[in-house]
Nanobody
Framework: QVRLAESGGGLVQPGGSLRLSCAAS????????MGWYRQAPGKQRDLVAR???????NYADSVKGRFTISRDNAKNTMYLQMNSLKPEDTAVYYC??????????????WGQGTQVTVSS
C-alpha cells in the first residue's frame, strides 16, 4: 500500500517562497508521472504541476513561471518550489501519481496534504 506524505507548508507573506515535499512509501515511484494538486476552501482540487519519469514538466497557467516541480527518484520524493506567492495560492496542497495519458486520473490514495497560507 502506497502512503503519501506532504510537508513544508506554512504561513508566508505575499511575494514569499515555500518548498513543499512529497514522500512516497510502499512503492518506488520513479516510473510514474507525479503531480501536485491544490484545493482551496469551497473549490475543487486542481492539478497545478506535473512531472513525467524522464523529468519533463508542465504547469497550470496560474503558477507558470513561479512554481517549479522536481523529483529525486533515489529518495522517492518530489518537490514543489513556490516563489512569488500570492494570496490566491492559499490552499491545501496534495501530491499523487497520475496516469500518463488523458484523461488524468490519480493512482493512489491521497495523503493528508499540507496547508499553504499566503497572507500579510
Amino acid at each position: 500500500q502506497v502512503r503519501l506524505a506532504e510537508s513544508g507548508g506554512g504561513l508566508v507573506q505575499p511575494g514569499g517562497s515555500l518548498r513543499l515535499s512529497c514522500a512516497a512509501s510502499g512503492r518506488i515511484f520513479s516510473g510514474y508521472t507525479m503531480g501536485w494538486y491544490r484545493q482551496a476552501p469551497g473549490k475543487q482540487r486542481d492539478l497545478v504541476a506535473r512531472i513525467i519519469p524522464g523529468g519533463s514538466t508542465n504547469y497550470a497557467d496560474s503558477v507558470k513561471g513561479r512554481f517549479t516541480i522536481s523529483r529525486d527518484n533515489a529518495k522517492n520524493t518530489m518537490y514543489l518550489q513556490m516563489n512569488s506567492l500570492k494570496p490566491e495560492d492559499t490552499a491545501v496542497y496534495y501530491c499523487n501519481a497520475l496516469t500518463a495519458g488523458a484523461p488524468t486520473v490519480v493512482l493512489w490514495n491521497w495523503g493528508q496534504g499540507t496547508q499553504v497560507t499566503v497572507s500579510s
